[in-house]
């Protein structure tokens, strides 16, 4: 999943903008939605790699901290912005991502 939306938003921002409820200005726009968007995904798919590949798993943990400060600033926007029922669904997947990703640390990687 971060693996298709990084790669989407690295190369393909403007089939992405729907899906992030973005409207970007300009290039600049979207070249943030690169870059910012495609550039964290990218990285935290990169650092599950490593996790998995070398079974130190610590970036799981890493992976988990920025999906959760993610999942903050998604309850901060609930709270200064109002309710839209369309957050709760990335929410709750970033929350099952960060369980999984805890969980999964220090467990054997076969």
């Known amino acids: ?9 690295m190369f393909a921002p403007r089939r992405m ?3 992030f409820a973005l409207e970007p ?3 600049a726009g979207l070249s943030t939605v690169r870059s910012v968007v495609g550039g964290l995904f990218l990285t935290s798919v990169l650092l599950l ?5 070398s079974g130190q798993t610590e970036g799981f943990l890493v992976v988990a901290l920025l999906m959760g400060v993610v999942a903050v600033g998604r ?5 200064a912005d109002g309710f839209d029922k369309a957050v709760i669904p990335p929410l709750i997947v970033e929350l099952v991502i960060i369980a999984v990703l805890v969980s999964a640390h220090g467990q054997p990687v076969v």
Not at 75 to 79: K, S
């Open 17 to 19: 903008l729907k899906n």
């Open 1 to 9: 999943m971060l693996l298709g939306l990084g790669t989407m938003s």
């Open 25 to 27: 200005i300009g290039v």
């Open 49 to 53: 790699g490593y996790g998995l590949a």
């Open 75 to 79: 309850v901060v926007g609930l709270i």
